[in-house]
Every structure is written in C-alpha cells, then in structure tokens.
C-alpha cells in the first residue's frame, strides 16, 4: 500500500527554468510533509517542509505547496541550477511530534542542464 | 555540528550470513531511526528508539532483523540470516524528539551502509 507516492520517476529541465516536482498521497490523516534531497553515496537531506494548516511556504528557491483537498503537493525550484540535480523524496507523517516516522514516496530524479 | 556516522559504508555478504552497521547519532538527538531504502524505492522505517528504549518496530523483519541502542546514543543493526532481499542502503537517522520544535527538527540522516548479499 503505497501511502505516498512520486508517479514521476525522472524530470529533466534547463538551467534558469522551473523545476516541477509532484507527490500524492491517500491517507488522511498525514498533516506534516517534507521534500529530502539525495545525491548520489549520501544521505537524504531536509529542504523543505509544509504543515497541513498552510498552502504554501517559500525558502529562497524553494516552494511548496498543498493542496489537501486533492491530496497533493509539488516542489518547485526556480530558477533551476546545475546543483539541483539529485533525487527529491517527498515524505508524509502524522502528528507534528512525530516527525520521524516518516512514509517516504518512491522519490523523482531531476536533471538540471546547463 | 558533526553530522549521523555510520560504519561501513559498504558490505557485500553471501546469504546465511550475519552482517552488523553501527550508527552514531548527532549529540543531543534523542531520538534514533534505522531506514531501509531498496534500490528505485524511497527509505521504509524500520525502527524507532527514543533513548535507549523502542517506540516503533513494527516493519522490523523480527526474524532476522535486530537492533540496540545501549546507554541511548549509539545504536547497532543486525541481520542474521541475510537474505538476498535485504539488499539496500542502511540509513541512520536522528532527530531532537518529541517535545521540541518538529518544524524545525527535521530528521538528519547520516551517509549510509550499502548492503549486498550475493
């Protein structure tokens, strides 16, 4: 049962455009999401975050936003770098206290071209 | 500050072996993850300790699959008998806890132990 799922396996963009990454999910009662970067041979890192009770939130190039009535929410870097390339997990929990239990999507490959 | 360590970074094993990762969480994390990510899949929690004590190990294959985290700061993972499914990256995590600032809290994974069994 894939509770959270990225249906984009790759994505491949120009350098100074949009990058566009999408992730849904079926259950619920998730209030808290997260987007993880990875590079290749290290581990994920944080990038951003959104709660249930916004629609958006913005960190220099970075914005997500929710939409909870359609279950899904996007990524998008503008503009994109050379240095965004990596993988872009999405990821979902319940209760904002519990943040490490964390139920990760299949994850989309960007390419950013320079 | 220094980040999650984990050791070694790779491991390749024949099936019916035994195979241990270590992890040592940032300083002051109370709380500890091990997460398993198959190649083309994203991580699955595996087990959950805040301190020394489990808060969720219902996805660890119990059979096989063991973990410890004596004196609540490093933390052991154990597979014994490999099978040629365990195959993956072995990601330690660690975050502040419940009671912090979850929004600022995120979880900060550390490198990870690629597993083989061949």
């Known amino acids: 049962d894939q509770q959270v799922k990225q249906n984009s396996p790759s994505l491949s963009v120009q350098e100074g455009r949009i990058s566009i990454l999408n992730c849904d999910y079926t259950n619920s009662m998730f209030d808290y999401f997260l987007w993880y970067k990875k590079y290749p041979a290290e581990g994920p890192t944080f990038l951003i975050s959104i709660s249930s009770i916004k629609d958006k939130n913005e960190d220099g190039r970075f914005t997500v936003f929710l939409n909870k009535s359609a279950k899904h929410l996007s990524l998008h870097i503008v503009p994109s770098q050379p240095g965004d390339s990596a993988v872009y997990f999405c990821a979902a929990s319940r209760g904002s206290s519990n943040t490490g239990k964390l139920i990760f999507g299949q994850g989309t490959t960007l390419q950013v071209k320079p | 500050e220094a980040g999650v360590a984990q050791s070694p970074r790779y491991k390749i094993i024949e099936k019916r072996q035994s195979v241990a990762f270590w992890c040592n969480p940032i300083s002051g994390h109370a709380t500890l993850y091990w997460y398993q990510q198959i190649l083309g899949q994203g991580p699955k929690l595996l087990i959950q300790?805040?301190?020394?004590?489990?808060?969720?190990d219902s996805q660890l294959p119990k059979d096989r699959f063991s973990a410890e985290r004596l004196k609540g700061v490093d933390s052991t993972l154990k597979i014994q008998p490999a099978k040629l499914e365990d195959s993956a990256v072995y990601l330690c995590?660690?975050?502040?806890?419940?009671?912090?600032?979850?929004?600022?809290?995120?979880?900060?994974f550390g490198n990870g132990t690629r597993l083989t069994v061949t």
């Open positions: 995590a660690s975050s502040l806890g419940p009671g912090q600032s979850s929004y600022n809290s995120p979880l900060h």
């Open positions: 300790f805040q301190n020394n004590g489990v808060v969720d």
